[in-house]
């Protein structure tokens, strides 16, 4: 090594040692890295349906049953002549929720979602790592046990046979999914059938995409909700305080001849019955679904607290669930081009879309005095050993005080209950108990038949289910949706007194 | 270090050495035989499902080869570092075991009469490697044909960057392999080396004229003209090798070992602060022009978006490394593949860290990375202890050149740095790789040598006159360039 001179370079070793410390730096960070993926996203990494280690257990052994809230079996592996497993779906009635598993057709629905606790490569004991290669049996197929009760699942499909639509019930006070229905629907068995399968799957496929039977309308379909949506402005407008229980429009009863002109957009209200020349107040509003009320409402409310409002509801993402969902919209995700798709979306036409999930949830909020429980279908996991990994419920969202959601409550009362709110809703009443809803008919535009929808609760003060039912193509909600609903509901008060 | 005239009649002949006891690095190859062993058994008996050692014959012929390379250096007396050997064959017995357990039938190439597959073919890169290894150790006698040449070096990596660019094959996109009849080699591997002597012949020789003189640019002090042209001229070159190789690995990797050995020589933090400025310009631009810059960029923010897709082998491997965990799932037990087709593309090459995590674990993963650091401090303890500029920048350049290899791919493995195909050195498949990392080894071990000198005059041989025909051959090349 030459001596350095003065003012020459400096010496290198020093500089040497910096970069070797550099170096014990960045792996170090490498490590850490490591470390994220290999311990803490550990878990969330194996159990991602797209893992092939899923594909891989798949062909190794059992996978675990589905089971509705009272134990009944809707979906098991039955041991075969030859020895191994096939899936069996004794109750179609189910589908699309629960899906399917085929090693030639993939898997959807709750197969898909749930597949690794299925297969137990997720396990019930949480020890998902450490010592499992040390055991025989690396992986202990779980049961999905479903919040989901059979008698009423079958309900809802009995009442949509012969229609395209959904209804989804929910259980207010915690979120727990009661049916989720979607029609039409396919048989599981007939997909998983080695000789069928194929001409089976291959007829599903081919139906035109608005006849599917794969897709499960409940959780995917998005649809143009009309009057329903108008709940979600009402509680937009409580929420932020710019309409009250007692706000009214002056303009509004005038309006109900001429319409309601908005940047040179004309709102008209064409059926509800005559309220006079009374100006009309949120319930009134609500009980005959007033869209002038309503525009004028959603004009007050604003964009900002319009979409802020409905993001809390869920409105503008896909709502977190135990398999896929649609997020539904109040500005088809791109704002609000002017204030005249603003005051057509406040009463749920313009470019609004939803899914009758998200429409449940509106109905659920209010129903539980403005708290939104997260909602599930999966109640608990249980393994072979007997031990369970419950679900609790938990709240999502708290998004009204209990006074504001009562004024709803009351509103959606009187559109079922009231003088003027029977014409359109009155087929909703559980006899002898009090009921609450709101009832829609989406205006689609050409030739082809509203959408009829509904949403609602009962008993109304403690509500033990709500509701949304949608009826593609259904013209006026009074004749589908909306009796479909009434009889859904007395069902399940009938069911879980 | 041949010093005493008389030195000369002690040693047995021209350039020889007596044998010398390499008792560390014996000591060391024996645990990482042990280690090798016990992976070997866990691998067979999780294949065959009960306790068995398999068919041995792969991992003795590694033994013997490594053993080999050992005796070598003893019985040519090399003082050389006794470490950097056995954490090279800790890490190429990895890769045996690894490449043994992938599916064969992942490279399958015939030699002659012979129809070679992934582990044998693997096996044979290992012995080219070891050998290259050795042969420089024991046979680099002096380094003047390193440093005085440089401009000859740097000429000679442009052609094969040039022969590249014009006759290169495609692999996954980028374009880097060169085909020369039945042979073919990614030569980027070996012009790393290339590019790592030119540059510390380079900055050696003008660091003592330099130090101190600015470039002024107006009110901008900048670094000496002589610093500062190369600079722009690696940037450009990296630049270059981005848009027409597609090589965003290779571009990363010259880049910032030239930075490192940059601020190395000259110790200023302007200089570091330029280049990171030009490295931070140099990806906007690219990331704006090229898609398939931009394309790596959205795959590194967010693969899960593109599961299916673009994002298919990275969501892959983090799979592969969540389902290793801490302990992981043991050799042989990890994921080979659902239906036949690897679980993640390239797992042999790219991607073979996810691989080692899978079945090594996090524990096994940070064990391989403590080897990279273990070869890094003794390749800069070698710099360090260097007997001047040239052969320290050298000695760190080619430390760099390993260690930062390792980490570029780590990292992007793992979703840290957007991801570039670069190999893993000494553990993933491929002669070139291998080669190339099996002369780096070996000029570390022959820089460590502290009798590594200039020829000594009065023992020239007839080989040594056929060498100084050879330099005044370079000598003459040389001047045609500069």
Redesign the interface.
Known sequence: ??TP?H????R??P???R??LA??V??G???A???????V??????V?P????I??AEQGGRRGSIVDARGVVLVESVLGGDGTYRRSYPHPEAEPLLGYISPRFGSAGLERAYAAQLLGVADATGD????R?FRSEPFMAQDVRLSLDLRLQKAAMVLLRGHRGAIVAIEPSTGRILALASSPSFDADRIVEPGTGDTYFAALLARPSEESALLDRATLGQYTPGSVLKMVTAVAGLGSGRVTAHTTFPDQPAEEDGGFLVNGYRVIDGHHAATGARALDLVGAVEVSCNIWFAHAGLDVGADQLLRWGAQLGFGDAIPFDVPTAASSLDGGDGFVDDVELANAAYGQGQTTATPLQMALVAATIANGGTLMRPHVVDSLVDAAGHVTAMTPEVWRRILDAGQARVLEEAMRQAVEGPLGRHFAGGAKVPGVPTAGKSGTAQLGGDSEPHGWFIGFAPAERPRIAIAVLIEHGGSSSASAVPMAGSLMATWLGLAP | MSTAPGAATTVRSAGGRRPRLRRREATLLGAVAVALTFGWISLASSQAGRATIGDPTPLVIFFVLVGAAHLALTWWGRRTDQILLPAAALLMGLSLLLMTRLPQDTVVQAIGPLRLRLAELQLVWIALSLAAATLIAVGLRNDIWLRTYKYSWAAGGIVLLALVFLFGEETNGARLTLRLGPLAGQPSELLKIVLVVFVAAYLADD??LL??RDTRLGPLRLPPLAYLLPLLAMWGIALAIVVVQRDLGAALLFYAVFL?LL?????RHRDLVLGLLLFVVGAVILDVLFPHVRERVAIWLDPFAS??GTGFQV??G??A??????????LG?G?P???GAP?IPAVHTDFIFDAL?EEL??AG??AV?GV??VI??RG?RI??A????FR??LA?GLT?VV?LQA?II??GN???IPLTGVTLPFVSYGGSSLLANGIVLGLLLALGEGRLGAPRAETLTRRERLGDAAHALGDRVERAIT
Do not use: C
Request: proline share 3%; glycine share 18%.
């Open positions: 090594m030459t001179l003012g020459g370079p400096p290198i070793a500089a040497l040692l970069v070797g170096l014990v960045i792996y960070a490498i490590g890295g490591l470390a994220w993926w290999q311990v996203e550990a878990e969330r990494l194996t991602d797209g893992n092939p280690l594909a891989g998902t790592g450490l010592l290669k | 660091r003592a130090a101190g490192v601020w190395v020589a000259t110790q599961a299916q969501v892959r983090l799979f490394l969540g389902r290793g965990g801490v302990l992981g799932t043991g037990a994921l593949g659902v239906g679980s995590g674990g996090l993963a940070l990375l990279y650091l890094a401090e800069l710099a360090s260097a007997g001047d500029d320290a920048l760190t760099l260690v980490a780590v990292a793992a979703k840290l």
